[in-house]
């Protein structure tokens, strides 16, 4: 089952419902204190109107996520507790979503077998401590086990998504912004959009930062110190339609939906969060927290690491940067292609070498037409770990031409806002003795208008964020609880249309 397209979302929304405001910002100060306030048993009317005020606050507010903090010093169990809380009856809304992504899979087989079979088998996840969490999750929402294991494993092979970076004016040097739009034609998702922000022990500093869903303990989009990170939908796979490589490929996605191997998501989430660090004889040395780099990051998901096996996923498309440079990597089930920007990088859901895809990515040239690939800060790099590769086959979803077309633009669209207002700040490439030396005037307000032009931002977009690796936080977020309306696609129009 590939995303809605754009125009199915339009048509739906026409038919459903009127247009809410769309920029009626919350005072950030307010909200925060009114989310971050921690309820306890013995204060129940109080948490009651706690509850009430943060779904006020979404109603009057429609576009700022609410954010609350997840303490990971907390039992697994009870971390989302808060959030749960919050959002019990919108988490209880989700169950219908099983019905709608499971008959995209399995068209015409009886949902009752269907609800039987999966109530059977999939009943955790591989990680231990996210599966204590969405057991805490299940006991507080009422939401049986299996219908949350469905949506935290299945939730990633459905989002046409954005992601990319962009350099800016950063003090007397640059930094990369890591920009990013979710887009998917479920609307009940819409209402659950929330921040985590996670610190290491009660009223500790915020170690990262999650925007995802109620409900959802894997990462889709997060970000720390000199880490970021988005994760895309993509519909190609390496020697689709070979016996063999297919039932490989279905044969791991079965055991993900088992839980005995890990997700996408939560192969994220690992990088993401910091962990305890294990002692395998002493029990009394200090606690240790250890987390993942960039560098480590790329080479593991690249596959680019000689002394692992190759990461085995499903096919998606990754996107990390650190502040300096950001990296796409277009992931299959055991291969990779990457490619390496420090001036602007884009991927939305086609790959780059592709009929349907843009082409200039291949380079980022200067404005003066000079440079190639190599000094205009743009590298490539395919890594295979297949014996037979075959070239990539159209897919044959149904809808899926139209979602690769629209793709194609938003791709091409995100490139030509860029390179258009660095034009109109002048921007150059300055030649040293040795290279040439791109000077970015882009600065973070640009790139936030850059990600809300149109059809960056469409009308099946959940949220859409600017994130900061240098400073490990999420610099700007605007979640949409109804589709754009046209008054605002008119005021967002990109140019290039």
């Not at 006020?56 to 010093?73: E, N, V, W």
């Not at 009940?188 to 930062?209: H, N, T």
């Amino acid at each position: 089952m590939a995303p809605a397209t754009r125009s199915q979302t339009l048509r739906e929304a026409a038919a459903t419902s009127t247009d809410l405001p769309q920029h009626n910002i919350a005072d950030p100060q307010q909200l925060n204190d009114t989310i971050r306030e921690r309820t306890t048993p013995s204060r129940t009317s109080h948490a009651k109107s706690s509850t009430e005020s943060i779904r006020m606050l979404r109603i009057r507010y429609p576009d700022t996520p609410p954010k609350f903090i997840i303490d990971l010093s907390l039992p697994p169990e009870q971390r989302y507790l808060e959030v749960c809380a919050a959002f019990k009856e919108e988490v209880k809304g989700l169950v219908p979503l099983f019905d709608e992504v499971v008959s995209g899979f399995l068209y015409g087989v009886p949902l009752k077998w269907v609800h039987f079979i999966s109530r059977t088998l999939m009943r955790k996840v591989y990680e231990k401590d996210e599966n204590r969490e969405l057991k805490g999750i299940s006991q507080a929402t009422g939401v049986p086990m299996y219908l949350l294991v469905c949506f935290n494993v299945l939730l990633d092979l459905f989002m046409g998504c954005s992601s990319g970076g962009a350099a800016v004016k950063s003090g007397d040097g640059s930094k990369m912004l890591h920009f990013r739009t979710l887009d998917w034609g479920m609307p009940s998702l819409r209402k659950v959009v929330v921040q985590f922000d996670f610190q290491k022990e009660k009223d500790g500093p915020i170690v990262a930062s999650s925007l995802t869903y109620a409900g959802y303990v894997g990462v889709l989009t997060g970000v720390k110190k000199e880490l970021s990170m988005s994760l895309n939908f993509r519909p190609y796979r390496v020697e689709k339609g070979q016996l063999w490589a297919d039932t490989r490929y279905y044969w791991h996605l079965f055991m993900v939906l088992i839980g005995q191997r890990r997700s996408i998501s939560s192969e994220l989430r690992q990088f993401l969060l910091p962990r305890k660090k294990k002692h395998r004889w002493r029990s009394d040395l200090r606690e240790e927290w250890e987390s993942w780099t960039y560098d480590d990051t790329v080479r593991t998901m690249s596959c680019t690491d000689k002394k692992q096996k190759a990461k085995k996923t499903t096919a998606c498309y990754l996107c990390f940067s650190n502040g300096t440079e950001t990296t796409v990597i277009e992931k299959d089930y055991r291969t990779s292609v990457s490619r390496s920007s420090r001036e602007i990088i884009v991927v939305t859901n086609t790959d780059q070498n592709r009929p349907d895809s843009t082409d200039s990515q291949n380079s980022t040239a200067p404005l003066n037409g000079a440079g190639d690939q190599q000094n205009s800060g743009t590298t490539q790099e395919e890594i295979s770990t297949e014996k037979d590769h075959s070239p990539n086959q159209p897919p044959d979803q149904t809808g899926m031409a139209a979602l690769l077309k629209e793709a194609a633009e938003r791709q091409q669209c995100a490139e030509d806002n860029y390179q258009r207002m660095r034009m109109k700040k002048g921007g150059w490439w300055s030649s040293t003795t040795e290279e040439e030396v791109f000077q970015p005037l882009m600065t973070e307000e640009e790139i936030i208008e850059l990600v809300q032009k149109y059809p960056t931002t469409n009308e099946e977009t959940h949220f859409a964020c600017v994130m900061d690796p240098k400073e490990g936080c999420v610099k700007w977020c605007r979640r949409w609880v109804k589709p754009v309306s046209g008054q605002w696609i008119a005021r967002h129009m990109s140019e290039t249309r």
